[in-house]
């Protein structure tokens, strides 16, 4: 089993900066892969950004270039650092990870953006 917990999240004005923090129960050396996803109000869940055991990473088209995954090993955590923040990046933002076949999520941090 592996748990996941984010933090990070809150309220902040357009332009800002956030940075998500996601701790695993586990070495992250045992994920195939984490990420980052996020459900905003009345619509389906996006994926935003992976970070594979390789260190290669992929991002949305609506996050790139403003938002950066990272992961820090010797914590088993991953980071996401949200730049320049807009209206419609507000969602419940999930970590998430793979070990072998199987998915975890994390519970969600709210991230609220003000325009």
């Known amino acids: 089993q592996v748990q996941l917990v984010e933090s990070g999240g809150g309220l902040v004005q357009a332009g800002g900066s956030l940075r998500l923090s996601c701790v695993a129960s586990?070495?992250?050396?045992?994920?195939?892969?984490m990420g980052w996803d996020r459900r905003a109000p009345g619509k389906q869940r996006e994926l935003v950004a992976t970070?594979?055991?390789?260190?290669?990473?992929d991002y949305a088209d609506t996050v790139k270039g403003r938002f950066t995954i990272s992961r820090d090993n010797a914590k088993n955590t991953v980071y996401l650092q949200m730049n320049s923040l807009r209206s419609e990046d507000t969602a419940v933002y999930y970590c998430?990870?793979?070990?072998?076949?199987?998915?975890?999520w994390g519970p969600g941090t709210v991230v609220t953006v003000s325009s």
């Open positions: 998430n990870g793979r070990r072998i076949v199987t998915d975890y």
């Open positions: 586990v070495s992250i050396f045992s994920l195939n892969y």
């Open positions: 970070i594979r055991g390789s260190g290669s990473t």
